[in-house]
């Protein structure tokens, strides 16, 4: 009924996360830009704005389908209290139980699934690491 609510306030708070976040990464490295570092190592690196934006893109896309799916099933109208559960105290009980369960276990579960792509991540751009700097090295 309104499970879609959960992920949708988590993309809302990973979005304003990311925004933020976002705009120290790109100060720090226009500092580093500056420094030693070389380019083929800061290639290698995907930036965690970037990353925080595959979590948002994730949850956004969730949410606006699962927001698609209640539409289309006549859960959410277009006048109040646009929800249909949120009518009578009996359905409105049911609704925060179904946000309590299905909605924080689907948000759970795409954060895991981005946690899993951050940890692949990080292998892959240590494999690469090397391989770069060795190139760069003329070895």
């Known amino acids: 009924m309104a ?10 708070a990973v979005t304003i996360a990311r ?3 976002g705009r120290k990464e790109n100060t720090a490295n226009s500092i580093k830009a500056e420094g030693s ?5 800061s290639e290698t690196k995907v930036p965690f704005a970037r990353k925080l934006k595959w979590l948002t893109n994730m949850l956004w896309g969730g949410s606006v389908l699962l927001a698609f799916e209640h539409i289309w099933h006549g859960e959410i109208i277009p006048w109040f209290p646009f929800l249909t559960a949120a009518g009578n105290a009996e359905n409105a009980a049911e609704m925060l139980r179904e946000m309590a369960t299905v909605g924080v276990s689907m948000a759970v579960l795409v954060t895991v699934v981005w946690v899993a792509m951050l940890a692949i991540t ?3 751009e240590k494999r690469k ?3 770069l700097s060795a190139e760069v090295k003329g070895i």
Do not use: D, Q, W
Request: aromatic share 4%; hydrophobic share 45%; proline share 8%.
């Open 122 to 124: 990080a292998v892959l």
């Open 19 to 21: 925004k933020v976040g």
């Open 129 to 131: 690491t090397p391989e």
């Open 37 to 41: 570092e070389s380019s083929a190592e």
């Open 3 to 12: 499970c879609f609510i959960v992920p949708t306030v988590e993309a809302i």
